[in-house]
T-cell receptor
Framework: GAGVSQTPSNKVTEKGKYVELRCDPI?????LYWYRQSLGQGPEFLIY????????DSGLPNDRFFAVRPEGSVSTLKIQRTERGDSAVYLC????????????FGPGTRLTVL | GQQLNQSPQSMFIQEGEDVSMNCTSS?????WLWYKQDPGEGPVLLIA?????ELTSNGRLTAQFGITRKDSFLNISASIPSDVGIYFC???????????FGGGTRLMVKP
């Protein structure tokens, strides 16, 4: 079956602009996660959804970052007033249910802020 | 935050050799997972471990959950060129659902 998909695959924006990154999880997976991966490092947790609600957003770096999952499937990560330090690969993952540690990742969106 | 120390940071080996890498933490982990990431791709799950002392294989890959619950290792036997990539350990150490990742081991295989 189809895996986790993310769009766009690459996004180049200017400092101060607003961006939206989309994630489409594996069909039937109720849990969805966003991670950020800087060059040469492992992914770092941002936010986790169970269904439509954000169950844990403790990894969001500041209030410029926000994510939604209005219908419990597709999720959008939104970044306001982007800064050069936001440049990274943003990874989305999903798992079958809450507590299932086997998370399956999408290919990521590479965000570059000029 | 919690950190996983992964070693070695990189390895350059001859095709056919066996490989071993490990991951340690100062805290007890409930689950250990090993992922492989190719350039431009997301991490792909290789093995998941759920109990202290558990030893699990997936083809040429073998991983173990340390009995102290603070470490894990991954072995790759008879390496081949397609084993090239970055291997990450990951785990969860609290009641939450996020994974904490190590810094990765970059594996290079010489044909």
């Amino acid at each position: 079956g189809a895996g986790v998909s993310q769009t766009p695959s690459n996004k180049v924006t200017e400092k101060g602009k607003y961006v939206e990154l989309r994630c489409d999880p594996i069909s039937g997976h109720t849990a969805l996660y966003w991670y950020r991966q800087s060059l040469g490092q492992g992914p770092e947790f941002l936010i986790y959804f169970q269904g439509t609600g954000a169950a844990d957003d403790s990894g969001l770096p500041n209030d410029r970052f926000f994510a939604v999952r209005p219908e419990g499937s597709v999720s959008t990560l939104k970044i306001q007033r982007t800064e050069r330090g936001d440049s990274a690969v943003y990874l989305c993952a999903s798992s079958l249910f809450t507590g299932d540690k086997e998370q399956f990742f999408g290919p990521g969106t590479r965000l570059t802020v000029l | 935050g919690q950190q996983l120390n992964q070693s070695p940071q990189s390895m350059f080996i001859q095709e056919g050799e066996d490989v071993s890498m490990n991951c340690t933490s100062s805290s007890i982990f409930n689950t250990w997972l090993w992922y492989k990431q190719d350039p431009g791709e997301g991490p792909v799950l290789l093995i998941a471990l759920y109990k202290a002392g558990e030893l699990t294989s997936n083809g040429r890959l073998t991983a173990q959950f340390g009995i102290t619950r603070k470490d894990s290792f991954l072995n790759i036997s008879a390496s081949i060129p397609s084993d090239v990539g970055i291997y990450f350990c990951a785990g969860d150490y609290n009641a939450g659902n996020m994974l904490t990742f190590g810094g990765g081991t970059r594996l290079m295989v010489k044909p």
